[in-house]
């Protein structure tokens, strides 16, 4: 067992949790906290793309001594995962809206109880 | 640091990450779910201070423990059910 | 039953990643786009940070298009709950908690500032800070039963973010001839406050762009969207 | 040098025996009131025991953990006070030998 492959089962088994829920599950908070865990899921493995174990992070300060392309672990996946986790929190916030919103209208959040969703 | 405390670490927050996941979808109380997914969200904070993105650790820490947590307990609150 | 079926289902779906993964194999070493950050960027963008001397100026376009989508949702949100309103709460805060929430946000605010301000230096940047202003704010907001004071000030704030940072990219593209090139301001030394051109600009754009979207979303979940 | 690192060594243990024991509580207490006793007091005291600590190991990080643990100290309470106003709010959560209740009178 290594670190890198601990990282990515971890990684690997929550995304396949929030696969489970989305699928399983039928209140609809319930989906919309599963496609949250899912979410999390996928953003720990895009930064397990860009680990290389032994390395420092992305920071050249003066904690590092040699060339930085052989120092420092890939910036690119961190960048991009910053900016997915605060879209993701966004897009959470929407589904919630939504969730509440059809709740409201329909009388139940059971998506098995949704009878008259017909048009 | 020491590569096996590293992995220790690594092991722990991933082990208990994916049983409060796992808890979270197929635990019966909604506001139990919430807390745990919020759980879900620290400890992937830490496996991202551990993967050396320290970045992406201080978001997810804030957004994902403070934020969404907000988020999911509004609409819990204001989800209406017969 | 249904929860095995979905089980095997999102079993067949992550394999189908890991076999994808198992493809290229375990990373090795950076690749040729992250060796150039690495090696380069150092002197090109004159940011200690990497992470966000990518996400400012090397794909400064994407970050542009990024925070249009958060705005997006954004707008969805406050939208959607201005034309369906939900009521109020009727809770009052006590004392202590209307005290803190006098209190707290100050301090809050300056660690927000400090993280937005020292992007290029030590971890943090726009999105982090941004999130933590946020957060401010929603300490605010609990101890609020009717209209805040600053909610009118969000849009405003939201739309100058965005205005200034697209007015930076295009500052670089009539100067330079290349959107959001860093050079167009000093370089500086790199380490001090004061130095790596544009990004602590462009940074401080995104966190106020990040933090009045956030902080919007939660104003519509306490007071029921805006007025407008 | 190395007196200070061992009385900062002692303190972290304290502040992780608190810790643990507050963590106990939460587990076993009975009711919610009783938990949220355990839940804030002991972790203050804990939390505030492990940065200095932390600070006595190396004190070029120790103004940083006074900042976080004023900032503890502010926060700690006044959630736990906001949680225990919220939960005298539902009724089956009343404990039966209650003899008066002046935040009841309070409010109305």
Redesign the interface.
Known sequence: MSLSLVLLLSSMGLLLTGLVGIMAKKHLLRIALAFTLASTGVNILLVWTGYLAGRKAPIIDASIEEIATVAVVDPVPQALVLTSIVIGVAVSALLVVVAVLTSRELGTADVRRMRNLKW | MN?DF??GI??V???S??IA??R??FVRD?LS??IL?GF??LT?SV??F???????????A???A???T???L???S????? | MRTFIAFLLALYLVFFAAAAFESFGEPQGLGRIAEHYAAEGFEEVGAINLVTAVVVTYRGLDTLGEVSVLFTAASAVILLLSVFPLGKPANKPSSIVLLTMKVLPGPILLFGGYIIAHGHLTPGGGFPGGAVVASAALLVLLGCTQEVGFAKWLTFAESMAGFSFAMLGFWGLLKLGQFLNNSVLFLGIPGQLLSAGIIPLISAAIGVKVASELSGILVAYRCGGGKE | MILLSALGHVLLLIGAIFLCISGLGILRMPDVWNRMHAGTKATTLGSIAFMLGLGLIRPEWLPKLLVIALFIVLTNPVSSHALARAVHGVPEEKPDNLQRDDLQEADS
Do not use: H, N, Q, Y
């Open positions: 590569p590293l992995l690594a092991s927050a991933g082990v990450m994916i996941a796992v979270a979808i909604l779910a919430i997914v879900v969200s992937a496996l991202f551990l993967m050396d993105a320290p970045d992406v650790a201080i978001t997810e804030s957004i994902g403070g934020i969404s907000v988020i999911f509004w609409g819990r204001k989800v209406r059910e017969e």
